[in-house]
Every structure is written in C-alpha cells, then in structure tokens.
C-alpha cells in the first residue's frame, strides 16, 4: 500500500513530466517566390517560405517562436524542403487538381447528380479532359449525418466507373473506407487510394491498402460522417491533427507502406466547425513537417457557405477558389474540387504572376537610408 505522502509525490513527478514533456511543430510562414533566401516548400517550385512559427506544445499549452528559415534544425528544414516523389505519375513540385465524381443518390454538393454510371463516367471523362490529374471515384456520401451503403451497394456503384474510366487512360482515385473496395477498385484499374478514416474503418485496410502497392491519401476526420459534427472539440485543432496523421503515417510504414507512397489531408469539414476549418487553411503548411505531399479539399463545403452569405453548395464555386488559392500559397500539392475547369483557371493565373515574379531580378537589400 502507498502512503498518502508517495502517492502526492507520484502525481506530483506525473505532472511535472508532463508540464516538462514539450512537443515541437514547425509552421513555414513568410510566402514568396521572390525574394532571395526564401525556401521551397515540399520541394515546391513556386512556393516558398522565408520565415516558420515555432510551437512549443507541453500540458500548460502552446508557446509560439518566430525563426528565420535558415534559422531552422536542419532535420527539420530537410523535411519542410525535400522534393516529393511523385504520386501515382503525377509531379508534387506544381498543384494539381484532383476532379470530384460522387456516385451517390445523395451527396452535398451535386445533389446525386451521378448515380447513374453511365453519367459518372462522361462527367469523369470531361473533368479529365478539361485538364484533372486525378478523377476521385466514390459511392458513399460523406455529407454529415448520412449513413454508409451497404458493401455490395458500394461495389456496385464504384467498380463499374472505376473500370469505365481507367480503362480509358484516366488516373482514378478510388474513395473508400472499406478493404473489400480498395481491393476490387485496384483490380480494376484505380491508381490512388483515397480512405477520409486514414486507413481505420477496417482492419484489413492497412494490409489490403500495403498489398495493392497504390499510393493512399491518409484523411483526418474525428467520428464518423454520421456524428461528426456534434460539437467537435480539440486542444489545438492544428496540432491535434497533425498528430493523428503522424501515428497513421507510422502506422502505415509499419504495415509496409513507405512514406513516398503517402500523401496526408488534414480532412476540412469533417468534425471541424467554420472556424477549425479556416484555422487548419491558415495554418497548413505545419503539415509539411510530415514529409510527404498534401491534399486539401474544400470544395464547396459549408463553412464556405458560413463565411459568406449562406449560398447554397452549387453556389460556392467563387469561395472555394479563394480558399484553394489560400492552399496553393501554403504549398498543398493536390486540391479536390468538382468544379475543375475553374480551379484550373485560377490555378494557371496564379501561376503567371507567381512566374512574373521569380522572373523579375532579385530586389536589393536596402541601404540603412532607404529604410
Ligand atoms: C471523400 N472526400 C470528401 N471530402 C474530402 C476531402 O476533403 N479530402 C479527401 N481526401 N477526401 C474527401
């Protein structure tokens, strides 16, 4: 039996780890093409950082530290900077687009306009055509409060339009939670595994996802679509996130797949409120710390609706552009929209004037009487 006074002194040593036990995260901040010095982020070709908030996490909080970027550990500007390998052929080094097909009787943002496989895959073809990277293939409405279909439902709706456009030459991203439709989804042509639980749904997922040696996008969501949005709560939304995707990128290079095959999302809309979702925009290039490309996908969510005038989802197309380009800034590789064509728009200006300006000489450094 302990006495009272080894018990205090117990708890006592636990609080002290704890306040003592200090966690870094490293936030590039300081965005410019321009200016010399500045460091690519991800291995970006056009997007650079000057400057990283330092975040000291312990049990009384987070401590914030502004550094230079050559200021940074080397390990860590290492990971900040390294080039991304490719993803499934594509290059990490400039934005893509990833176009949206939901195969579902009930999604958000286009109301089951695609239940019909037929129509999924034309729509596909055309995204495709218009200039996606990757076409997003998925039979189960993640809208908040729907319920999954059952297995054979799921298969039924994916696999036909997974093989309707692979077979056609087109880059398709299966979405699912389930190992059952990873497996035929691969087997059918799919080139990406797209799971919003991080590979957690199931427990096969991780060998089925290992065996099928596609790359696989690792989406944060707390609970589950179904619950997700009653009152969600964090510390620190961005630190918690980041720290679930650290587990599951350990957990995936655990079961055998490798960090180049891997690519993190911190999940925008789910279990989030407006105010997370914009907090995890404004802060997501801490994401980079993790070594691999990001995936942001905002496309017509709610909070768009919330920051705005209440538009509906198919009105939200100008809001998700300006959220997407806020993306582009912090160095997201990859950006799931349904409205491609105008991604790709805003993306080719944004382009241009991020050309212009590493084209222009490097400004001088002033002079003490200029300043
Ligand atoms: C399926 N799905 C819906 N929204 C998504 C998002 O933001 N990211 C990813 N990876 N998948 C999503």
Redo the contacts with the bound molecule.
Sequence with gaps: MQSRAQTLFRSGLRRYNRLMTQKLYYEPAGFTSALPGALPLGGSRTTRFTTAICCRRSASGVEREILSAEELPSEVKAALTKPRPDLAGVSMTRPSIMGIVNVTPDSFSDGGDRFDSGRAVADGLAMWSAGADFI?V?GES?RPGSEPPTLEEELRRVVPVVKGLASQGVRVSV?TRRAAVMAEAASAGAAII?D?SALTSEPEALSVAAESGLPV?L?HMRGEPRTMQVAPRYDDVVLDVYDYLAQRIEACQEAGIALSRLCV?P????GKTAAHNVELVARLAVFHGLGCPL????SRKSFIGKFSQGESPKDRVAGTLAVTLAGVLRGAQIH?VHDVQEALQALALWRAVEDAGMERPAPATPRAEDE
């Design positions: 997003d998925g993640t979405d797209n919003i996008i989406m999302d999940g925008v809309g789910f995936l942001l996908g905002v799931r």
